[in-house]
């Protein structure tokens, strides 16, 4: 026809379904939907060129219509059809070419605006919304600074609704549902909207700004409205109430198949919320939890078994960080909820379901978000729970381990060949043999080359890499890339710079071109010469230093054993009490030394500070020969000194670290297990990205997840997850946590009610009642009766024989 070049045809077409469906509001003459989206359709009609026919519109629409239903069309539809557009170009009339001229107003009267006056509109907006509507003040309880950002966000938005009116109205949609968190009634926007346009008049006394403004408020103002209405859903109020009773009443009209839904998501038009999310971040964890159990149990009638895991863990891929962000306290519930116990057992064993498909792998079967959410969260406890533990297991005995295994392999053949050239080849005596020597030369080559070259080739890029992310962390003041603050990393670094250092000192190398002191020898690479001599005993300090830390390194493999890694991290957590003890030993030592030193001791080990050091430390070592001690006896004021250094460190210093070191252990042995556990998640963390893809597909497709679990012989469950058998011993069960209902088996049918939560816990509330009409009772007979114990007596009697009987009913 021609008309393709008529965007605004294409706006209208966008909105036109939105405006069919909302036309007929039977209460309302004007259908308040339709006319919001003509209001919005004509700011959009506005921003663009050229003329604008709405007539053809219509000729468009008919004719289109006619010929997409020849055979339901006739005359009744050509005069809806007629009259409903009539009255939409009514509206988008009523306001066509005003958008471009109110847009300059309110422009001019932004611009024009001072900031004082700006302060004092925030201001009076507030007290005049006040005076009109007092409940609006248990609403806006915030900071007056909040208030006032409150108020400019709205100005902005009556600007910005001209600017760009789609982008606007989809920020509306989200801020109205997030008024439903706020629980702010719809009777409030009136009132509040006229305060506005009351304090916006006292500010200008042109017309058409404040027309403007009138007309842009009052839109913002329905679109919020609207949505308020369409998201206050019954579970959203419960959230904002805070009550896990009235988000179960709320959720038990659901019907079955949409339970989940109604607590993962409200949606208003392109805008959604999700109610779980909101209580958790609204701090409404009653309901949040009331939320997660809900959606981890499992129900079922005679066909379907319904489980909300997937649904959860769709809708919220990172529930596990927000829930560790915002509500710790609920992880175990999450956790909880992804567990199965069977009530039955056999053989002495207990089925039991995880359900930790999510914990393993992600929606599109990559590696698992929520497990990194698990290791990142930090909480030793959590580590340590059943679902977590067996997700890690499965980790790492089925792709994991290996890896880490085989990237260890290099690391152990450059560790033996180290302590094979430096412990067991090098000889530092003239009589090596000439085997030796070569294997020595062999030996420190492979060390430098491969050992060396390859650490400063990895932190000569990690170094770079933080520098250019700049991951900087501070330690003491000084700047570090931040990846050395991990210890293994540091004791890397340390191994790489012993290393280098022992490079720089290597005799073979300070003596190549010198005169060698036998040319045999040197000949066979022994580098045994005069300079190189010199540097002997430098260079095997740092080798006793880089011995150290080999070993040291090799600690990682104690991941392989929980119960090793805990026993490893106890030790290393003690370390920190060790390092105070000896800081006060030292000072015990020096303390004595200089006493003796500057009194008048005749002998020889404990006249000067530095022998004196010595000698105290070899005592209190037990290292003290008895001969040496017979000289002690010849100064009583040496033996007296003596005698009062041994009891200062050997029984009260020494007693005080066993005494200090129970305390410390027993306060974190209980945690260790469980910052093993997380350290082992932190390895299978960093080797999972070197996991082959062919290797993680195998893994993936060998745990099946997509099968069904039984729950017993020939009831098969729900997929995603893994059975295990324990025994039963371990975790008594004595109601079966599936909820059985009969009757339809509809979808859309709700749960029946049965005597379960709801009905319990109306109990609970009627038994609360009663007891409280007793205390009562109980206080109003001692006071009437304060003194007569006998007729106390018996009114308690009475009292206590009512409870009975309100109890009985
Ligand atoms: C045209 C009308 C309104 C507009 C444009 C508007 C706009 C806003 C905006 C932009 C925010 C900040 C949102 C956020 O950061 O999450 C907000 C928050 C809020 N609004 Fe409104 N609002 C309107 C009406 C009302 C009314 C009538 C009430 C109730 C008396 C109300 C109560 C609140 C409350 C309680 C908050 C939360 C403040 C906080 O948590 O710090 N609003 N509003």
Same mark, same amino acid.
């Given at each position: 026809?021609?008309?393709?070049?008529?965007?605004?045809?294409?706006?209208?077409?966008?909105?036109?379904?939105?405006?069919?469906?909302?036309?007929?509001?039977?209460?309302?003459?004007?259908?308040?939907? @339709?006319?919001?989206?003509?209001?919005?359709?004509?700011?959009?009609?506005?921003?663009?060129?050229?003329?604008?026919?709405?007539?053809?519109?219509?000729?468009?629409?008919?004719?289109?219509?006619?010929?997409?239903?020849?055979?339901?069309?006739?005359?009744?539809?050509?005069?809806?059809?007629?009259?409903?557009?009539?009255?939409?170009?009514?509206?988008?009339?009523?306001?066509?070419?005003?958008?471009?001229?109110?847009?300059?107003?309110?422009?001019?009267?932004?611009?024009?605006?001072?900031?004082?006056?700006?302060?004092?509109?925030?201001?009076?907006?507030?007290?005049?919304?006040?005076?009109?509507?007092?409940?609006?003040?248990?609403?806006?309880?915030?900071?007056?600074?909040?208030?006032?950002?409150? +108020?400019?966000?709205?100005?902005?938005?009556?600007?910005?609704? /001209?600017?760009?009116?789609?982008?606007?109205?989809?920020?509306?949609?989200?801020?109205?549902?997030?008024?439903?968190?706020?629980?702010?009634?719809?009777?409030?926007?009136?009132?509040?909207?006229?305060?506005?346009?009351?304090?916006?008049?006292?500010?200008?006394?042109?017309? #058409?700004?404040?027309? +403007?403004?009138?007309?842009?408020?009052?839109?913002?103002?329905?679109?919020?409205?609207?949505?308020?209405?369409?998201?206050?859903?019954?579970?959203?109020?419960?959230?904002?109430?805070?009550?896990?009773?009235?988000?179960?009443?709320?959720?038990?009209?659901?019907?079955?198949?949409?339970?989940?839904?109604?607590?993962?998501?409200?949606?208003?038009?392109?805008?959604?919320?999700?109610?779980?999310?909101?209580?958790?971040?609204?701090?409404?964890?009653?309901?949040? #939890?009331?939320? @997660?159990?809900?959606?981890?149990?499992?129900?079922?009638?005679?066909?379907?078994?319904?489980?909300?895991?997937?649904?959860?863990?769709?809708?919220?891929?990172?529930?596990?960080?927000?829930?560790?962000?915002?509500?710790?306290?609920?992880?175990?519930?999450?956790?909880?909820?992804?567990?199965?116990?069977?009530?039955?057992?056999?053989?002495?064993?207990?089925?039991?379901?995880?359900?930790?498909?999510?914990?393993?792998?992600?929606?599109?079967?990559?590696?698992?978000?929520?497990?990194?959410?698990?290791?990142?969260?930090?909480?030793?406890?959590?580590?340590?729970?059943?679902?977590?533990?067996?997700?890690?297991?499965?980790?790492?005995?089925?792709?994991?381990?290996?890896?880490?295994?085989?990237?260890?392999?290099?690391?152990?053949?450059?560790?033996?060949?180290?302590?094979?050239?430096?412990?067991?080849?090098?000889?530092?005596?003239?009589?090596?043999?000439?085997?030796?020597?070569?294997?020595?030369?062999?030996?420190?080559?492979?060390?430098?080359?491969?050992?060396?070259?390859?650490?400063?080739?990895?932190?000569?890029?990690?170094?770079?890499?933080?520098?250019?992310?700049?991951?900087?962390?501070?330690?003491?003041?000084?700047?570090?890339?931040? &990846?050395?603050?991990?210890?293994?990393?540091?004791?890397?670094?340390?191994?790489?710079?012993?290393?280098?250092?022992?490079?720089?000192?290597?005799?073979?190398?300070?003596?190549?071109?010198?005169?060698?002191?036998?040319?045999?020898?040197?000949? #066979?690479?022994?580098?045994?010469?005069?300079?190189?001599?010199?540097?002997?005993?430098? &260079?095997?300090?740092?080798?006793?230093?880089?011995?150290?830390?080999?070993?040291?390194?090799? @600690?990682?493999?104690?991941?392989?054993?929980?119960?090793?890694?805990?026993?490893?991290?106890?030790?290393?957590?003690?370390?920190?009490?060790?390092?105070?003890?000896?800081?006060?030993?030292?000072?015990?030592?020096?303390?004595?030394?200089?006493?003796?030193?500057?009194?008048?001791?005749?002998?020889?080990?404990?006249?000067?500070?530095?022998?004196?050091?010595?000698?105290?430390?070899?005592?209190?070592?037990?290292? /003290?020969?008895?001969?040496?001690?017979?000289?002690?006896?010849?100064?009583?004021?040496?033996?007296?000194?003596?005698?009062?250094?041994?009891?200062?460190?050997?029984?009260?210093?020494?007693?005080?670290?066993?005494?200090?070191?129970?305390?410390?252990?027993?306060?974190?042995?209980?945690?260790?297990?469980? &910052?093993?556990?997380?350290?082992?998640?932190?390895?299978?963390?960093?080797?999972?990205?070197?996991?082959?893809?062919?290797?993680?597909?195998?893994?993936?497709?060998?745990?099946?997840?997509?099968?069904?679990?039984?729950?017993?012989?020939?009831?098969?469950?729900?997929?995603?997850?893994?059975?295990?058998?324990?025994?039963?011993?371990?975790?008594?069960?004595?109601?079966?946590?599936?909820?059985? &209902?009969?009757?339809?088996?509809?979808?859309?049918?709700?749960?029946?009610?049965?005597?379960?939560?709801?009905?319990?816990?109306?109990?609970?509330?009627?038994?609360?009642?009663?007891?409280?009409?007793?205390?009562?009772?109980?206080?109003?007979?001692?006071?009437?009766?304060?003194?007569?114990?006998?007729?106390?007596?018996? #009114?308690?009697?009475?009292?206590?024989?009512? @409870?009975?009987?309100?109890?009985?009913?």
């Amino acid at each position: 026809m021609g008309y393709k070049q008529h965007e605004w045809m294409r706006e209208v077409l966008q909105v036109f379904s939105a405006m069919v469906e909302n036309c007929a509001e039977p209460c309302l003459q004007v259908p308040s939907r @339709l006319l919001e989206e003509a209001d919005i359709l004509s700011l959009s009609l506005a921003k663009i060129p050229g003329k604008i026919d709405l007539l053809e519109f219509k000729a468009v629409m008919l004719a289109s219509l006619r010929s997409l239903l020849p055979k339901t069309w006739n005359s009744e539809c050509e005069v809806a059809w007629t009259w409903l557009w009539e009255n939409i170009q009514k509206m988008l009339k009523a306001n066509l070419g005003k958008p471009p001229v109110q847009q300059k107003a309110l422009r001019k009267f932004f611009m024009s605006i001072e900031d004082e006056q700006l302060a004092a509109y925030r201001t009076s907006l507030y007290t005049t919304f006040f005076g009109k509507c007092a409940q609006g003040q248990d609403y806006f309880k915030q900071s007056s600074t909040r208030l006032h950002f409150i +108020a400019d966000r709205m100005l902005m938005y009556t600007q910005d609704v /001209f600017k760009d009116p789609k982008d606007v109205m989809e920020s509306l949609s989200a801020l109205g549902l997030r008024h439903v968190g706020y629980g702010i009634p719809t009777e409030l926007f009136g009132p509040f909207v006229s305060s506005a346009i009351e304090c916006f008049r006292g500010m200008t006394k042109d017309e #058409q700004q404040e027309e +403007a403004f009138r007309w842009s408020l009052n839109l913002i103002s329905r679109v919020l409205v609207r949505t308020i209405t369409e998201g206050s859903t019954l579970v959203m109020r419960a959230i904002n109430a805070n009550c896990a009773k009235m988000l179960r009443k709320a959720v038990s009209c659901a019907p079955r198949g949409l339970r989940a839904e109604w607590m993962l998501k409200v949606q208003v038009g392109t805008q959604s919320i999700s109610p779980l999310l909101w209580s958790i971040q609204s701090g409404s964890l009653e309901a949040a #939890q009331a939320i @997660l159990v809900d959606l981890l149990t499992i129900r079922a009638d005679r066909d379907h078994y319904y489980y909300a895991m997937d649904a959860l863990f769709n809708r919220h891929p990172d529930i596990v960080r927000r829930i560790g962000e915002d509500g710790p306290e609920l992880l175990p519930t999450l956790l909880d909820g992804l567990i199965w116990r069977s009530r039955n057992t056999s053989n002495a064993t207990r089925r039991v379901n995880f359900f930790i498909k999510y914990l393993v792998v992600d929606p599109k079967n990559g590696f698992s978000q929520s497990f990194r959410d698990v290791v990142a969260h930090g909480s030793p406890s959590i580590a340590c729970h059943p679902s977590v533990v067996l997700a890690a297991d499965i980790l790492w005995s089925n792709v994991v381990a290996y890896t880490f295994l085989k990237s260890k392999l290099w690391f152990l053949l450059n560790l033996v060949v180290f302590v094979v050239t430096m412990a067991i080849l090098t000889d530092y005596s003239d009589t090596a043999s000439s085997a030796s020597l070569l294997g020595m030369f062999i030996g420190r080559t492979f060390m430098y080359v491969f050992g060396l070259g390859q650490l400063v080739t990895r932190h000569f890029f990690r170094i770079f890499r933080a520098c250019r992310n700049k991951e900087i962390a501070r330690y003491y003041c000084f700047p570090i890339p931040s &990846y050395l603050i991990h210890f293994s990393e540091s004791l890397s670094m340390l191994l790489c710079l012993s290393l280098g250092v022992m490079l720089c000192q290597e005799p073979v190398v300070h003596c190549l071109g010198m005169h060698t002191l036998s040319d045999a020898q040197f000949a #066979q690479f022994g580098g045994q010469c005069a300079e190189a001599a010199a540097l002997i005993p430098s &260079y095997s300090s740092f080798a006793f230093l880089a011995t150290l830390v080999y070993f040291l390194l090799l @600690l990682d493999l104690t991941v392989f054993s929980t119960k090793l890694s805990t026993f490893v991290l106890v030790c290393g957590r003690m370390v920190q009490e060790v390092a105070q003890y000896l800081f006060a030993l030292s000072f015990v030592v020096l303390t004595f030394a200089c006493g003796l030193a500057s009194s008048d001791v005749a002998n020889e080990h404990f006249s000067e500070i530095l022998p004196a050091m010595l000698s105290l430390s070899r005592i209190m070592l037990g290292m /003290f020969s008895s001969e040496e001690f017979q000289y002690l006896e010849e100064e009583p004021k040496l033996l007296l000194s003596v005698s009062i250094f041994v009891i200062c460190t050997t029984i009260f210093l020494l007693n005080l670290l066993i005494a200090q070191l129970n305390c410390a252990y027993l306060g974190i042995f209980k945690d260790m297990l469980g &910052y093993a556990r997380l350290n082992r998640g932190s390895v299978i963390l960093d080797n999972i990205p070197h996991v082959s893809q062919k290797r993680w597909k195998a893994f993936v497709d060998s745990l099946k997840m997509d099968e069904k679990l039984e729950f017993s012989e020939g009831d098969i469950g729900i997929a995603g997850g893994l059975q295990v058998l324990e025994p039963a011993s371990a975790n008594p069960v004595t109601t079966d946590s599936i909820k059985r &209902y009969g009757g339809s088996t509809s979808p859309d049918c709700q749960w029946p009610e049965t005597a379960t939560d709801l009905d319990s816990e109306d109990k609970i509330d009627r038994l609360e009642k009663i007891i409280d009409k007793a205390v009562k009772k109980i206080i109003k007979g001692t006071k009437a009766n304060k003194g007569s114990s006998g007729s106390s007596n018996s #009114q308690l009697a009475g009292t206590s024989s009512s @409870l009975g009987e309100s109890m009985n009913e």
